[in-house]
């Protein structure tokens, strides 16, 4: 006769061979149960449980779930359907959001956490450039700057105005063609 065991949800594993001990016979754990034949192979999505004492074939929806609320994962180990606040479509990542059957990409949350990265980028490189640009302005306006000093702060300045417009260009902040740093910044 095979026999299966039952785990918490209900579910049939097996069928299984169950130890022999010397002088004890076949040790049958409490959780397992013997049939007359062989249970078929499930069908795919299906497993077989015992429900109200007998083998029946239920849908099997246990393993990795997702929250619909923030994509999060949860394993999923009962036999009956999940709440309809889980779903078993894997949550695709940042900026997706659940909308009615499906994840949806939140194009407006997308383009506001873009932009606000955009724009800390861009301060952090206005505030180098201006860092370069101060001891090279003070040359000019004291009238001791030499000619590649000269330069180099009128590089230094087209820089920092094509950073200052960043958010004009057509596909901001989704695409950014950051200008390149002046030559004298490249060469250290």
Do not use: C
């Not at 409490?30 to 795919?44: Q, R, T, V, Y």
């Amino acid at each position: 006769m095979p026999t299966y065991l039952i785990d918490d949800s209900n579910a049939l594993i097996g069928p299984v061979e169950l130890p022999v001990v010397p002088g004890l016979g076949e040790q049958v754990p409490g959780n397992a149960i013997s049939f007359a034949d062989f249970l078929s192979e499930p069908d795919k999505g299906f497993t077989w449980a015992i429900i109200d004492g007998e083998p029946r074939q239920v849908v099997d929806h246990r393993g990795p779930m997702y929250r619909i609320e923030d994509g999060s994962e949860k394993d999923w180990t009962s036999l009956s359907a999940p709440p309809e606040s889980l779903t078993s479509k894997k949550w695709p990542g940042k900026y997706y959001v659940w909308r009615e059957v499906d994840w949806v990409l939140d194009e407006e949350a997308q383009r506001q956490a873009l932009a606000a990265n955009a724009l800390i980028t861009r301060d952090q490189r206005l505030q180098e450039a201006t860092t370069r640009i101060a001891p090279l302005q003070y040359a000019e306006d004291l009238g001791v700057a030499t000619e590649a000093e000269q330069t180099s702060l009128l590089e230094w300045k087209r820089y920092s105005v094509k950073l200052n417009r960043i958010e004009q260009s057509a596909d901001y902040p989704l695409q950014i063609e950051w200008p390149s740093l002046p030559s004298d910044a490249l060469a250290q």
